[in-house]
C-alpha cells in the first residue's frame, strides 16, 4: 500500500483531501502535517508537525514514514499574500523547490502541488481561458504560481520527477474554514445566510468568476495522480472548471432556500485581485488526458452546502 504526506493537511482543501484518502488507503497511510496545530480528528500519531522550509525536518518525515507520494497544499492565497508579499513569495516558493529536491533525492513516486488561476492576469482571455495563453499575473500568490508551474514542468523534463498540478478556480466547501483568498466570499455567504445574518460581500455583485464545489475539487486531484503517466500531457498545471458564477448569482441560489437572505455589497480590495482574473476557463486537456468531468453546478452545490450545514450548524456560531 503507498504511503501518503499530505502538507497542509488543517487547510481548507487539504482537511477534506486528508479525509477522503484516509477512507481510500487506510487511516496509517495517509500522513497529515500542518505548520498549525491539528483539528481534533486530525489530532493523532499519524499527524506530524512539518515547516514546509525546513527541508532538513521534511526529509526526515519522509523517511519516517517511507512516503513515496506527496501531497504540497502549503501555501499563502491571494488576499493575505498581498499584505506580506515577501512571506509569501517565500512561503510559496521555496516550499515548492524543498518538494521537488525531496521527491528528487528520495526517489518519491509521484508529487502533487495546486496552482490557481492567479497564474492568468488583465491580459489574459477572459472567457474560456485557454490552457496555454498570455499569462501576467499581478499578485504575488499568481506570480508564486506561475513560476511554480515552470519548476515543476522543468523537474520532470531535467531529472524526471512525476511532478502533477491543477490550476484551481475558486473552491467552496463547507468542512473547514477557508485560508484568505479572493473567493473566500463563496463560503462564507452560506454560514451567514443560513444563521440569518445579513452578508458583507467584498466584490462587486456581477464579478464572474471559475468555481468549483470541493468534493469536485477532490476528485479531480485524485483522478490526475490515479491518471497513468503516459497520459498526462501538461507538466506545468491543468486548467480546471466546474461552473462561473457571480455574488449575484450565488445570492439567488441561497433564495430559493432561504427567500430572506440580503446581501450587501462592499468591494474592497479584493475586487481588483478578481478584476485581473478569467470569466470561464477551457479544460479540454484535462477533460481528453484524463477524463475529467465536474459533478456539482451551482443550484446542487447551495443545495447540498445548506442541507449538510443544517445538520452540523450546532458546531458554529
Given at each position: 500500500m503507498k504511503k501518503i504526506l499530505i502538507i497542509g493537511a488543517c487547510g481548507q482543501l487539504g482537511y477534506e483531501l486528508t479525509a477522503t484518502?484516509?477512507?481510500?488507503?487506510?487511516?496509517?497511510?495517509?500522513?497529515?502535517s500542518d505548520i498549525n496545530a491539528p483539528k481534533m480528528d486530525l489530532a493523532d500519531d499519524f499527524f506530524e508537525h512539518l515547516d514546509v522550509l525546513n527541508k532538513k525536518s521534511f526529509g526526515e518525515i519522509v523517511d519516517k514514514h517511507r512516503i513515496d507520494e506527496i501531497y504540497n497544499l502549503a501555501a499563502i492565497l491571494s488576499a493575505i499574500g498581498e499584505k506580506n508579499p515577501k512571506f509569501a513569495w517565500k512561503l510559496n516558493m521555496d516550499g515548492l523547490i524543498n518538494s521537488l529536491d525531496i521527491a528528487r533525492e528520495k526517489k518519491i513516486n509521484k508529487i502533487y502541488w495546486p496552482s490557481s488561476i492567479a497564474t492568468f492576469g488583465p491580459d489574459t482571455p477572459r472567457d474560456l481561458t485557454p490552457q496555454n495563453t498570455i499569462m501576467n499575473p499581478n499578485t504575488v500568490y499568481g506570480i508564486s504560481k506561475l513560476a511554480g508551474e515552470r519548476w515543476c514542468e522543468y523537474y520532470f523534463l531535467k531529472y524526471g520527477v512525476d511532478v502533477r498540478s491543477i490550476r484551481y478556480p475558486g473552491l467552496i466547501g463547507y468542512k473547514a474554514m477557508p485560508g484568505g483568498g479572493t473567493t473566500d466570499y463563496a463560503v462564507d455567504i452560506y454560514f451567514k445566510a443560513l444563521a440569518g445574518q445579513v452578508f458583507d460581500c467584498f466584490?462587486?455583485?456581477d464579478t464572474l468568476l471559475p468555481m468549483m464545489y470541493m468534493p469536485d475539487a477532490i476528485k479531480a486531484t485524485i483522478d490526475l495522480m490515479d491518471a497513468e503517466k503516459t497520459n498526462i500531457s501538461v507538466r506545468s498545471s491543468y486548467n480546471l472548471a466546474a461552473m462561473s458564477f457571480s455574488p449575484d448569482d450565488i445570492?439567488?441560489?441561497?433564495?430559493?432556500?432561504?427567500?430572506?437572505?440580503?446581501i450587501r455589497y462592499k468591494p474592497d480590495f479584493r475586487q481588483s485581485i478578481a478584476d485581473s482574473w478569467p470569466n470561464?476557463?477551457?479544460?479540454?486537456?484535462?477533460?481528453e488526458d484524463w477524463g475529467w468531468q465536474p459533478e456539482f453546478n451551482l443550484e446542487k452545490m447551495t443545495r447540498d452546502i445548506l442541507d449538510n450545514l443544517k445538520k452540523r450548524s450546532g458546531q458554529f456560531s
Open positions: 484518502l484516509r477512507q481510500r488507503y487506510g487511516h496509517e497511510n495517509v500522513i497529515a466584490l462587486e455583485k445570492a439567488k441560489s441561497i433564495r430559493c432556500h432561504l427567500p430572506d437572505f440580503t470561464s476557463i477551457d479544460d479540454s486537456a484535462a477533460r
